[in-house]
C-alpha cells in the first residue's frame, strides 16, 4: 500500500512539473524558438512517459475543436483587418483625435482596446491591436509601455462583457451557455466595473508617462476599399456571434464560418488577400492551445478535478457571498499559476461535477477571466500579446509586468466579484 501511494504520489508531482515546466518555457522560449512548441513538447513528453494515455490524450485535444474554430475565425479576421490596414487606421485616428494630449490619447487607446476586445475577442486585441498602437505610438513618439499595457490589461478586464469576448467562456461554459439576455443581466455591471476601475489604476501608475503633449501626429491615410469591406466584415463577424450567444449556439463553427466567408467575400476582389491571409495568421496558436488542453488532461489524471469538486462541495457549506469572493480569487491565482485556459477548463469540469450554481459559478468565471491580469502567465491573450510585442523587438519580463499587475488586478477583482454577489 505505502509503495502504491508513493508511485502515485511521484506520477502526480511529475506531471505537475513537466506542465509548469511547458508553461514556463512558452514565456522564456528558450533559443528565441515558437511558444507553441514547448506546449506541444509537454505534451508529448507526458504521453511517450506514460502519465497520460494517448487515447486520453487525443481525447484532450478533440475537446478544444470548438475554441480552435472560433480562434481561427478571429485570427483570420484579424489577420484580414491587419493587412487592410483597419487597425492602423483606427489607431492612427485615436493618436489625431487626442489632439496632441498623452492623456486623452492613453484614454481613446484604452476605449479602442475594450471595443475590439468586447466584439472581436480579447484575443484580437492582443494579437492586431497590440502592433498597431504601438506603430501609431512610435509614429507620434511617445513611450510606448503604457499605451501597450493598456492592450494587455483591456484584453483580460473586458473578456466577460459578452461570451464572445474571450474563449475562455466558451470553456468555462461550454455546453451551458446562458442565453445572451442571461449573460448581460448577470455580468453587465460587474464588467463595467472591471473595465473602469482597471482604466483608473492603470491611469495613475502611467500619469509618469504621460506628462507633455506628443511631438507629432501620424499621417491619416484614407482607407482603403478592402478596409472598407473589412470593416463591414467584422461588424458582420460582431453580429453573427451575438445572435449566435442570443440563442445558445455553440460560437466556435459560427466564428469560423463567418470569418472565413469575409475573407472568401473580399478574395473576390483581390484574389491575392486569401494568400496574404494564409501567410499571415499565428496558426500556431492552434498546436499551442491543444498543447495545453493535454496538459491540464495530465493534470486531471493526478486528482486536479476531483480536489477541484472537493473544493467547490466545501465552499457550497460556506456563506454564499464568501464562497464566491474566496473562488473567484482562488482560481485567479490558480489561473496565473497554470494559465486560465487550463484552469478554465478544470473549473468548468469542477462547477459541473460539483453542480455549482449561482454566484458560486459566476465568480469563477470572472476570477478565470479577469484574475490572469496579474501576471504574464495569466491568459492565453497575454502571452498572444508577449508575442506580438516580441514580433516588434520590444519584450516585458514576468517581474516587470508583475509589478503592474500586483496593483491593478486585485482592486479590479475584489470590486467586480462584490458587484456580482450584492
Known amino acids: 500500500m505505502t509503495h502504491g501511494f508513493l508511485e502515485v504520489d511521484l506520477r502526480a508531482v511529475a506531471t505537475w512539473l513537466i506542465c509548469l515546466a511547458s508553461i514556463a518555457l512558452v514565456l522564456i522560449r528558450p533559443k528565441g524558438w515558437p511558444e507553441a512548441i514547448w506546449a506541444v513538447t509537454g505534451a508529448c513528453v507526458l504521453t511517450l512517459s506514460g502519465l497520460i494515455s494517448p487515447a486520453r490524450a487525443a481525447h484532450a485535444v478533440g475537446k478544444g475543436t470548438d475554441v480552435y474554430l472560433f480562434l481561427t475565425g478571429m485570427m483570420v479576421i484579424s489577420e484580414l483587418a491587419r493587412c487592410e490596414g483597419v487597425f492602423d487606421w483606427v489607431a492612427a485616428l485615436a493618436v489625431r483625435a487626442s489632439h496632441g494630449s498623452r492623456t486623452r490619447l492613453f484614454l481613446l487607446v484604452y476605449v479602442v482596446g475594450t471595443l475590439v476586445t468586447i466584439f472581436l475577442s480579447n484575443d484580437a486585441t492582443a494579437v492586431v491591436l497590440t502592433p498597431a498602437v504601438l506603430a501609431a505610438v512610435r509614429a507620434a513618439q511617445a513611450d510606448p509601455l503604457p499605451y501597450l499595457l493598456i492592450c494587455a490589461f483591456i484584453a ?83 453580429i453573427v456571434l451575438m445572435i449566435c450567444s442570443a440563442i445558445n449556439v455553440d460560437l466556435g463553427a459560427p466564428a469560423c464560418a463567418a470569418g472565413l466567408l469575409v475573407l472568401l467575400t473580399i478574395s473576390f476582389r483581390d484574389p ?52 464566491a469572493l474566496v473562488s473567484g480569487f482562488a482560481i485567479a491565482i490558480l489561473s496565473n499559476l497554470i494559465n486560465n485556459l487550463p ?62 499587475g ?11 466579484l462584490l458587484v456580482l454577489i450584492f
Open 343 to 404: 484552469s478554465g477548463l478544470i473549473s468548468a469540469a469542477a462547477i459541473k461535477a460539483a453542480h455549482a450554481t449561482g454566484s458560486l459559478r459566476d465568480s469563477v468565471l470572472i476570477g478565470v477571466d479577469l484574475g490572469p491580469n496579474l501576471s504574464v502567465t495569466g491568459s492565453l491573450a497575454t502571452i498572444l500579446w508577449l508575442i506580438a510585442i516580441r514580433r516588434e523587438g520590444l519584450n516585458v519580463t514576468f517581474w516587470g509586468f508583475f509589478k503592474w
Open 156 to 238: 483580460n478586464a473586458a473578456s466577460f462583457v459578452l461570451p464572445i469576448s474571450n474563449p475562455a467562456n466558451l470553456v468555462v461554459y461550454a455546453g451551458a451557455m446562458p442565453p445572451l439576455k442571461t449573460w448581460l443581466v448577470t455580468f453587465g455591471l460587474a464588467s463595467v466595473v472591471s473595465i473602469v476601475v482597471t482604466y483608473f489604476v492603470l491611469y495613475k501608475l502611467a500619469t509618469k508617462y504621460l506628462a507633455g503633449a506628443l511631438s507629432t501626429s501620424p499621417p491619416l491615410k484614407p482607407l482603403s476599399p478592402g478596409g472598407k469591406l473589412t470593416l463591414f466584415g467584422i461588424a458582420f463577424l460582431a
Open 406 to 416: 500586483l496593483l491593478v488586478m486585485p482592486p479590479a477583482l475584489l470590486l467586480s
Open 272 to 323: 491575392g488577400t486569401w494568400r496574404d491571409v494564409a501567410k499571415g495568421v499565428a496558426w500556431s496558436v492552434l498546436p499551442l492551445v491543444a498543447g495545453l488542453f493535454v496538459l491540464v488532461e495530465a493534470l486531471d489524471a493526478t486528482g486536479a478535478l476531483h480536489q477541484a469538486v472537493h473544493a467547490l462541495d466545501n465552499l457550497k457549506h460556506w456563506h454564499s457571498r464568501l464562497a
